[in-house]
C-alpha cells in the first residue's frame, strides 16, 4: 500500500515564500512520476508540477518561474518550493503519484496567501 504524507502548508503573506514535502512510504524511483496538484474551493484540481523518475519537470502555466519540484531519493520525499505567492495560490495541495498504472494521492495541505 502507497502512502503520501504531505506537509509545510500554512499561511503565508503575498509575496512569500513556503516548501511543502511529500513523503512517500516507498522508493520514489518506482513511480512514473509525482506530482503535486492543488484545489481551491469551487474549482477543479490543477496540476502545478510534475516529476518523472528521470527527473524530467513540468508545470502548470500559472507557476511561471515561481515553484521548484525537487526530489531527495535518500529521504523518499518530493517537495515543491514555492516563492512569490499570491492570495491566488490559496488552496489545498496535494502530492500525487503513479505507479503501475494505480494513482495514490496524499491527503492535501492547505496552502493560505493573505496579508
Known amino acids: 500500500q502507497v502512502q503520501l504524507v504531505e506537509s509545510g502548508g500554512g499561511l503565508v503573506q503575498p509575496g512569500g515564500s513556503l516548501r511543502l514535502s511529500c513523503a512517500a512510504s516507498g522508493s520514489i524511483f518506482s513511480f512514473y512520476y509525482m506530482a503535486w496538484y492543488r484545489q481551491a474551493p469551487g474549482k477543479q484540481r490543477d496540476l502545478v508540477a510534475l516529476i518523472s523518475s528521470g527527473g524530467s519537470t513540468n508545470y502548470g502555466d500559472f507557476v511561471k518561474g515561481r515553484f521548484t519540484i525537487s526530489r531527495d531519493s535518500a529521504k523518499n520525499t518530493v517537495y515543491l518550493q514555492m516563492s512569490s505567492l499570491k492570495p491566488e495560490d490559496t488552496a489545498v495541495y496535494y502530492c500525487?503519484?503513479?505507479?503501475?498504472?494505480?494513482?495514490?494521492w496524499g491527503q492535501g495541505t492547505q496552502v493560505t496567501v493573505s496579508a
Open positions: 500525487h503519484a503513479v505507479l503501475r498504472g494505480q494513482n495514490y
